[in-house]
């Protein structure tokens, strides 16, 4: 599965079976996680097996079950886009992988989640994993013409194709906040109003206009 298949064939799922993660699955996820923690000097932690951190209230409110599975993302108290924007590439390595996902920031009960986080760094979300009961269902989303701006002239297609993927990113409480501006110069810009988690958002959409738009073409303002 390509990430743009999985992109369309992604949606957020908060209930689990007991199924175990086979081995070789999570060696695959811990083997990007270590990439991207050198690369980013981030300190992402895989943990299977915990049947704690979903226990909260704002768990149970969120009808959260069955979660044993997850990824802690942590990083530097500054790095909120870049934290989004690589949560999203570990959440379509999930899908692509087989598994269901969903992206939780109050969810998640930091205090009782196994993770670990140093001086000067930020628990950001926890990306819960395993084998939904369901696949889930597609969110609403706003009329995409309210989500992009072009300077001048017209957009190019990878732009539109970029915007299309932008549209299925996840977002805190669907609120998708952002926008993102073709420059004059060919150059993008993405931009969010202020929001839970909106930079976070953000980076998670970045990531998705990548894959539609091709990084080929992407250069970021």
Same mark, same amino acid.
């Given at each position: 599965?390509?990430?743009? *298949?999985?992109?369309?064939?992604?949606?957020?799922?908060?209930?689990?079976?007991?199924?175990?993660?086979? *081995?070789?699955?999570?060696?695959?996820?811990?083997?990007?996680?270590?990439?991207?923690?050198?690369?980013?000097?981030?300190?992402?932690?895989?943990?299977?097996?915990?049947?704690?951190?979903?226990?909260?209230?704002?768990? !149970?409110?969120?009808?959260?079950?069955?979660?044993?599975?997850?990824?802690?993302?942590?990083?530097?108290?500054?790095?909120?886009?870049?934290?989004?924007?690589?949560?999203?590439?570990?959440?379509?390595?999930?899908?692509?992988?087989?598994?269901?996902?969903?992206?939780?920031?109050?969810?998640?009960?930091?205090?009782?989640?196994?993770?670990?986080?140093?001086?000067?760094?930020?628990?950001?979300?926890?990306?819960?994993? $395993?084998?939904?009961?369901?696949? $889930?269902?597609?969110?609403?989303?706003?009329?995409?013409?309210?989500?992009?701006?072009?300077?001048?002239? *017209?957009?190019? *297609?990878?732009?539109?194709?970029?915007?299309?993927?932008?549209?299925?990113?996840?977002?805190?409480?669907?609120?998708?906040?952002?926008?993102?501006?073709?420059?004059?110069? $060919?150059?993008?810009?993405?931009?969010?109003?202020?929001?839970?988690?909106?930079?976070?958002?953000?980076?998670?959409?970045?990531? !998705?206009?990548?894959?539609?738009?091709?990084?080929?073409?992407?250069?970021?303002?």
């Amino acid at each position: 599965m390509t990430e743009l *298949e999985a992109i369309k064939s992604r949606h957020s799922v908060r209930q689990y079976k007991e199924d175990a993660i086979p *081995e070789e699955i999570v060696k695959i996820l811990q083997d990007e996680i270590d990439i991207i923690n050198k690369e980013q000097g981030f300190n992402f932690q895989l943990v299977t097996n915990d049947p704690n951190a979903f226990t909260g209230f704002f768990a !149970h409110y969120g009808n959260f079950t069955g979660v044993r599975n997850y990824i802690a993302i942590i990083a530097k108290k500054d790095k909120d886009i870049l934290a989004g924007y690589y949560t999203e590439k570990l959440v379509l390595e999930i899908q692509a992988l087989g598994l269901n996902s969903c992206i939780c920031a109050s969810s998640i009960s930091k205090s009782k989640a196994l993770a670990t986080v140093g001086k000067d760094e930020k628990f950001y979300l926890g990306v819960c994993f $395993g084998y939904g009961v369901k696949q $889930g269902v597609d969110h609403k989303n706003k009329p995409i013409e309210s989500l992009y701006e072009i300077e001048s002239g *017209e957009a190019p *297609e990878w732009f539109m194709k970029g915007m299309e993927c932008a549209l299925l990113a996840p977002t805190a409480i669907n609120q998708q906040k952002f926008k993102i501006i073709y420059k004059a110069d $060919g150059k993008c810009k993405a931009i969010s109003k202020f929001g839970p988690c909106s930079k976070l958002d953000l980076g998670i959409v970045m990531y !998705h206009f990548e894959i539609g738009a091709g990084k080929e073409n992407v250069i970021w303002e």
